[in-house]
């Protein structure tokens, strides 16, 4: 069920018609799904026939954001539907929202974290990525070089940016920026639709290709990537991983709801977690292996939350979120 309006994505692969929109491949309807996550523009809502005015008046009515708090690890939720990020300390049994992030942020999609805290969102509206410094709620810096309605990000220990971007199915890629560039230094792929992306403790990337139900690996300081034959995979949207070095796959697809554990090396996973999940569209990991999940396909979305090597869910809330489609946590994993 599509919640949100969607503008083209590479999920209804609108590229380039002026006619409405183009339908996805045969065989892929349950990439209709992903149409919630990308985007509520006004490019989209004028699409689809929703009014601008209307839009722009909830977009302004946001206010300016709230300052983050400065203690403790802090969970980002980047919250689609309300076109904000909003933080919630990551600890407790129903944290309450501690601060919020509307300055440049337009259709968040998703969200990263480096080491020194600062933030990266992927804005899908407009195709950018804006970066925040710890505690702040304007970005610094505004990244838009062949940046195309982008849905995954993620963050290396060198602080090197990787971000998904293409608006066409079966035609995405991964841009690389190195720290302190404006423009990406590669391009990869290309992939069916690469959402989901992560990091390992050699800088190794992993990207979650939607369309083709597959995993690939890229090593640091390569452009190949290696298809790792990941069994029991559908509609793969979101990828973390925790401090012990394990991958864990979220799969949204309607009626396998599922977040799937792989050691390194091993296709088969050695742990599938299912109690708690209702479109997990993202997750993301704390340094003490609390495992959570952003779940998008109820309404209004939710956080899952799960202890290390835990299946079933040891809290859940929602406390203001609308749609998350990307989770961050700061400080991130250290491996």
Do not use: W
């Not at 952003?294 to 835990?310: H, L, R």
């Amino acid at each position: 069920m599509l919640r949100s309006v969607v503008l083209l994505t590479s999920a209804l692969a609108i590229a380039g018609c002026s006619g409405g929109v183009q339908q996805t491949p045969s065989g892929s309807s349950s990439l209709q799904a992903h149409a919630r996550h990308f985007v509520e523009s006004v490019r989209a809502v004028e699409r689809f026939g929703i009014d601008p005015e209307a839009y722009a008046a909830r977009m302004a009515a946001r206010g300016p954001g709230l300052a983050p708090a400065a203690k403790g690890a802090t969970l980002f939720v980047s919250d689609l539907d309300a076109g904000l990020i909003r933080l919630y300390p990551a600890k407790g049994k129903s944290p309450q929202q501690s601060g919020s992030i509307t300055d440049g942020v337009n259709a968040p999609i998703n969200v990263a974290a480096d080491a020194s805290g600062t933030l990266y969102v992927a804005n899908n509206g407009n195709s950018t990525v804006t970066e925040y410094p710890l505690g702040a709620t304007s970005p610094s810096v505004t990244l838009s070089t062949s940046i195309v309605y982008p849905n995954g990000i993620a963050v290396d220990s060198k602080d090197t940016l990787y971000v998904t971007s293409g608006s066409t199915v079966g035609d995405t890629y991964v841009l690389v920026f190195p720290k302190g560039a404006t423009s990406p230094s590669a391009q990869i792929g290309n992939f069916g639709l690469a959402i989901g992306l992560a990091v390992d403790k050699n800088d190794d990337l992993f990207v979650c290709d939607a369309h083709d139900d597959d995993v690939y690996e890229i090593k640091s300081g390569t452009s190949k990537a290696v298809n790792l034959g990941l069994s029991g995979l559908e509609d793969p949207t979101g990828a973390a991983v925790d401090p012990a070095g394990d991958l864990y796959v979220s799969d949204e697809a309607v009626g396998h709801f599922a977040v799937n554990a792989f050691h390194p090396g091993k296709a088969s996973p050695f742990l599938t977690i299912t109690s708690g999940l209702d479109g997990p569209y993202d997750l993301a990991f704390d340094a003490k292996s609390t495992l959570f999940v952003g779940n998008s396909e109820i309404d209004p979305g939710n956080v899952t939350e799960y202890a290390k090597g835990k299946t079933t869910p040891s809290t859940s809330f929602t406390n203001g979120i609308e749609n998350p489609a990307g989770l961050a946590v700061y400080p991130p994993v250290k491996f």
